[in-house]
């Protein structure tokens, strides 16, 4: 039997959602929440949570974009203006941000550039640059031209990193440590929307979904470049992450394109897939999701037409909790930091500047 006809089986079996959902609030599992004016980070925007759990992002709020630093406690230490080195150059006038950290603890800026003519959208490579402390940033290196954008940018488990883009075609970028390009490879075409995690020995699995199609695409590349495995699972959106070898993929089967359907499936070291749990059964079509891989298990989010999900699911697929909020906006982005995580949004409605939770 096909690994696409076991996994229609698991699916189809589920009758209903098994969840622990309660009448509990995500307040139940708050550490601290804050809100930090004149500060926003999008969507699209850039976060990651250094080894000592600090928080870094990138406020986008126009038109000054600032790099910020939240202590685990919710205290900001470092608010300041990303340097000129860093702003786009002609043609190219909007930039967009990723951020990793490296196992050492390097924390490292992608800007991705773009511009539009008419309703034409034109990417225009990635720079570089490392984070110092105090929130200033090193040698600004381009290490990308323009093709693809550029918006997956992970740190591998060897002090490397890996830069991924998608629009004509897929291309996956490694980079040293200081911003040297190590190997570039492509992919195809309707490969789009790629999510990578970092796994073993500087590896990483890639999960992307086929333009148009009903497809998902999931590959295991090594160090040197090289597929070291393909298959194809169902569904239209997704994202991977990854914890002590294991790369575990959320992904949406909006049947129909009516509405959303969210499951989890985990594979191990050997890409074998051990196990499938429903997340939600019926969520808005196309709506903002994330997840994240904690030291316990993975963490998932999911915005609804009014409110927000967020389940927590241990690291062999058992849901431990879960809530819907109604009394939130979604959350626009989740990020691990070791036991625990930050949402950024999820406050409360008609809220519009930086709001950050810490939550366990």
């Not at 009758?15 to 622990?20: D, I, P, R």
Request: glycine share 10%; charged share 20%; aromatic share 10%.
């Amino acid at each position: 039997m096909s690994r696409l006809a076991g996994q229609l089986i698991v699916l189809s079996s589920i009758a209903q959602f098994l969840s622990a959902q309660s009448a509990a609030t995500i307040a139940d599992h708050v550490t601290w929440e804050r809100d930090f004016p004149n500060l926003a980070v999008s969507v699209t925007g850039a976060a990651v949570a250094d080894r000592s759990g600090n928080l870094w992002a990138v406020s986008d709020n126009r038109p000054s974009e600032r790099l910020i630093c939240i202590r685990p406690d919710g205290v900001m230490v470092v608010n300041t203006e990303l340097p000129k080195e860093i702003n786009p150059i002609p043609p190219s006038d909007k930039s967009d941000f990723s951020l990793a950290v490296s196992p050492s603890g390097t924390v490292v800026l992608i800007a991705r550039y773009s511009h539009a003519i008419g309703k034409a959208i034109y990417f225009d490579g990635a720079a570089f640059g490392i984070v110092k402390s105090d929130g200033t940033l090193g040698v600004v290196k381009r290490v990308a031209r323009g093709g693809p954008e550029f918006k997956e940018f992970i740190a591998l488990s060897d002090e490397h990193f890996l830069l991924v883009g998608d629009q004509s075609p897929m291309v996956v970028i490694r980079l040293s440590n200081d911003g040297d390009v190590d190997w570039r490879r492509t992919f195809p075409k309707n490969w789009v929307l790629p999510s990578a995690s970092a796994i073993e020995d500087g590896s990483a699995c890639i999960v992307s979904p086929e333009y148009g199609g009903a497809f998902l695409h999931l590959i295991w590349i090594d160090p040197k470049g090289v597929m070291r495995h393909q298959e194809q699972l169902i569904g239209r959106r997704s994202q991977s992450a990854a914890y002590e070898g294991s790369c575990t993929i959320l992904y949406d089967l909006e049947p129909g394109l009516r509405r959303g359907e969210f499951a989890l499936t985990s594979f191990d070291r050997s890409f074998k897939s051990v196990w499938t749990t429903p997340v939600l059964a019926a969520a808005p079509q196309g709506g903002v999701y994330g997840m994240a891989a904690v030291s316990d298990g993975y963490v998932v989010t999911i915005g609804l037409q009014d409110g927000v999900f967020l389940a927590k699911y241990a690291l062999g697929g058992q849901v431990l909790w879960a809530v819907t909020d109604r009394s939130r906006q979604y959350a626009r982005l989740i990020v691990p930091a070791g036991d625990s995580f930050y949402l950024i949004g999820a406050g409360p409605k008609e809220q519009y500047s930086l709001h950050v939770i810490r939550a366990h």
